[in-house]
């Protein structure tokens, strides 16, 4: 059985289709639609309906008039180590920097300046921790992502007239010593381009429950995304 694109005609391969929920994503206009006329879903079918996300821990959602907004607390017991370690790696490189020029080798000390701001980094991510939430403010004209009171990375804003898909995905981070898996949440705008709307969520329900609350109050169909968590 051949599947071909509801809009511009193209094959599409059989990784981009979702038999479970009939849909596919076309790759040459990136449109997402339903295939259930081209696989015979049969009159009254339906796909099944899709339980609600539970709240996730430390999660706060309120609603008032037209608008919502949803925010979360980054502390976890993780503060506590960054805390820890930012503070000995920041003593450390304090102390090595003073007997290099208790010595009088000027030069290896601009070295130690590098680590030095590995440390004013760890203790400052260990602040944020503690003090920092983030806040989804969704109205009937801009859906808006922000970080603080302490600055940080990865505010923004869109209208909710461009965003035709929210979904989420999952990442996995690795270094020399370790392996860690994260979850971002992402949408698909009007121009047919992904925009990340949060990085670095710590579990799949916290994705899942914000793509579900989004979609409900922006009044989206969900649709199937290619690579996106599993409902």
């Known amino acids: 059985m051949d599947i071909t694109c509801a809009r511009c005609g193209a094959p599409i391969p059989a990784e981009d289709v979702n038999i479970a929920s009939l849909a596919a994503k076309c790759r040459s206009c990136n449109a997402v639609f339903s295939i259930a006329g081209q696989v015979g879903g049969g009159p009254g079918w339906a796909p099944a309906p899709q339980l609600d996300v539970p709240l996730p821990d430390r999660f706060v959602v309120e609603r008032q008039g037209g608008a919502l907004q949803i925010t979360w607390r980054w502390f976890t017991p993780v503060a506590f180590v960054f805390a820890a370690f930012g503070l000995f790696w920041s003593l450390f490189v304090c102390f090595w920097i003073g007997m290099v020029?208790?010595?009088?080798?000027?030069?290896?000390?601009?070295?130690?300046?590098?680590?030095?701001?590995?440390?004013?980094?760890?203790?400052?991510?260990?602040?944020?921790?503690?003090?920092?939430?983030?806040?989804?403010?969704?109205?009937?004209?801009?859906?808006?992502?922000?970080?603080?009171?302490?600055?940080?990375?990865g505010s923004r804003t869109l209208p909710t007239a461009s965003i035709r898909q929210i979904y989420g995905v999952e990442r996995v981070r690795r270094s020399r010593r370790s392996t860690s898996t994260v979850y971002d949440l992402q949408a698909?705008?009007?121009?047919?381009?992904?925009?990340?709307?949060?990085?670095?969520?710590?579990?799949?329900?916290?994705?899942?429950?914000?793509?579900?609350?989004?979609?409900?109050?922006?009044?989206?169909?969900?649709?199937?995304?290619?690579?996106?968590?599993?409902?």
């Open 101 to 153: 020029l208790a010595a009088g080798v000027g030069s290896f000390a601009l070295f130690g300046a590098i680590h030095a701001a590995v440390g004013v980094f760890l203790i400052y991510t260990a602040i944020a921790m503690f003090v920092n939430s983030s806040h989804v403010d969704a109205s009937y004209g801009s859906l808006s992502v922000r970080h603080g009171p302490l600055p940080w990375p």
């Open 188 to 231: 698909i705008t009007a121009e047919g381009g992904g925009v990340t709307l949060i990085k670095s969520l710590q579990s799949v329900e916290q994705a899942l429950f914000l793509e579900q609350q989004l979609e409900r109050f922006l009044g989206i169909a969900d649709a199937p995304v290619p690579g996106e968590l599993r409902k």
